[in-house]
């Protein structure tokens, strides 16, 4: 009963780590593998790099990606990261609030829906004291 007891918190480790790390990843693991398998021409696809293209033709192994007009190149299936569909695509426009670099000034112009104009801000100086004076620095807004 002594051995049982010291062996029981090792068994119950191993089956933890079972159920929360190697099954998971072992489904992960399948269903790129399926998506990988079930890859067809005219797919819009992402690599694992961060590639975009059209898939093009299918080999055994390898993928035919499209990814500018005329530009094809040759990837294996495993690179193939996801499937991208239409609402996937990513944004080139920045979002509203967004800091849009300007000149080489320093100066920072934030687009907004209550800043109508495009003027430049100038940078502002304040000092924190931190630590009974002991510690300062300098904030920029």
Same mark, same amino acid.
């Given at each position: 009963m002594?051995?049982l +007891?010291?062996i029981l918190? %090792?068994? &119950? &480790?191993v089956? $933890?780590f079972y159920?929360l %790390?190697?099954?998971?990843q072992?489904?992960?693991q399948?269903? =790129?593998t =399926?998506?990988? @398998?079930?890859? /067809?021409p +005219? *797919?819009?696809v992402m690599?694992?790099t961060g590639?975009?293209g059209? $898939? #093009? =033709? $299918?080999?055994n192994?390898?993928?035919? %990606?499209e990814v500018?007009?005329?530009?094809?190149t040759?990837?294996?299936? /495993? *690179?193939? +990261?996801?499937?991208?569909?239409?609402?996937? /695509?990513?944004?080139?426009?920045?979002? =509203?609030?967004?800091? #849009? /670099?300007?000149d080489?000034?320093g100066?920072? $112009?934030?687009?907004g829906d209550?800043?109508?104009?495009?003027?430049p801000?100038?940078?502002t100086e304040t000092?924190?004291?931190? @630590? +009974?004076?002991?510690?300062s620095?300098?904030?920029?807004?």
């Open positions: 002594g051995q +007891g010291s918190p %090792l068994i &119950l &480790l089956v $933890v159920f %790390l190697i099954r998971p072992r489904k992960r399948q269903e =790129a =399926a998506m990988q @398998n079930s890859l /067809a +005219g *797919a819009r690599t694992t590639l975009f059209t $898939v #093009v =033709a $299918v080999d192994e390898d993928v035919i %990606l500018a007009p005329g530009i094809e040759r990837w294996v299936k /495993a *690179a193939i +990261g996801r499937v991208v569909t239409p609402g996937d /695509a990513p944004a080139d426009e920045p979002l =509203a609030d967004e800091p #849009v /670099a300007d080489t000034a100066h920072e $112009v934030v687009k209550d800043d109508k104009d495009d003027t801000r100038e940078e000092t924190v004291e931190r @630590n +009974g004076g002991k510690d620095s300098t904030k920029q807004s």
